[in-house]
T-cell receptor, first 112, second 116 residues
Framework: QKEVEQNSGPLSVPEGAIASLNCTYS??????FFWYRQYSGKSPELIMS????GDKEDGRFTAQLNKASQYVSLLIRDSQPSDSATYLC????????????FGTGTRLLVSP | GAVVSQHPSRVICKSGTSVKIECRSL??????MFWYRQFPKQSLMLMAT?????????EQGVEKDKFLINHASLTLSTLTVTSAHPEDSSFYIC????????????FGPGTRLTVT
């Protein structure tokens, strides 16, 4: 079982729709969760961080965390073609030296 | 805020030579810097973690003598790829974490290395 799992996609949504990206993690004691956006050929950009159960909203983005079920999700409202990118879920690893573990990413395609 | 720069953005070198990549945090002090490698259509692979003034911690399978990391100040870390070979061609990305930030990492723009 991978430490952080994401569906590789692509997830295709029409412009204006809600895109829902999911991520599950295996380390139950993980405390910090992040979503990064990576455009093709570019480096990742931090878009959301979440540390406690529930929802966290920032503009068109909402991160949701459920520690009991060990999943974290990202909702993108009013999706735009410019949102087309790969979205990486990252989870901190508390065992051993603290560092982030990344999922392989979900590719999102927003069609005009 | 939280801007990280990398230099160079692209480099082409001949097999057997060494290449140095710089990573700078421009508007904050980075207590920890990370170096990643990413091959086409694959996810990020952490190579090493470095704290200012101490030796880097390398991930399993990463040769410390081949990938030399120096974190001499709170704003600068360097990665030197020694005796580069074509299989080292990749996208190298650094990230930095501020003191007190709960592991939020801010990434540099990356360096695309091509070894001929």
């Amino acid at each position: 079982q991978k430490e952080v799992e994401q569906n590789s996609g692509p997830l295709s949504v029409p412009e204006g729709a809600i895109a829902s990206l999911n991520c599950t993690y295996s380390d139950r004691v993980s405390q910090s969760f992040f979503w990064y956006r990576q455009y093709s050929g570019k480096s990742p950009e931090l878009i959301m961080s979440i540390y406690s159960n529930g929802d966290k909203e920032d503009g068109r983005f909402t991160a949701q965390l459920n520690k009991a079920s060990q999943y974290v999700s990202l909702l993108i409202r009013d999706s735009q073609p410019s949102d087309s990118a790969t979205y990486l879920c990252a989870v901190n690893r508390l065992t051993g030296f603290q560092k982030l573990v990344f999922g392989t990413g979900t590719r999102l395609l927003v069609s005009p | 805020g939280a801007v990280v720069s990398q230099h160079p953005s692209r480099v082409i070198c001949k097999s057997g030579t060494s290449v140095k990549i710089e990573c700078r945090s421009l508007d904050f002090q980075a207590t920890t810097m990370f170096w990643y490698r990413q091959f086409p259509k694959q996810s990020l692979m952490l190579m090493a973690t470095s704290n200012e003034g101490s030796k880097a911690t390398y991930e399993q399978g990463v040769e410390k003598d081949k990938f030399l990391i120096n974190h001499a100040s709170l704003t600068l870390s360097t990665l030197t790829v020694t005796s580069a070979h074509p299989e080292d061609s990749s996208f190298y990305i650094c990230s930095a974490s501020q003191a007190g930030e709960a592991l939020e990492q801010y990434f540099g723009p990356g360096t695309r290395l091509t070894v001929t």
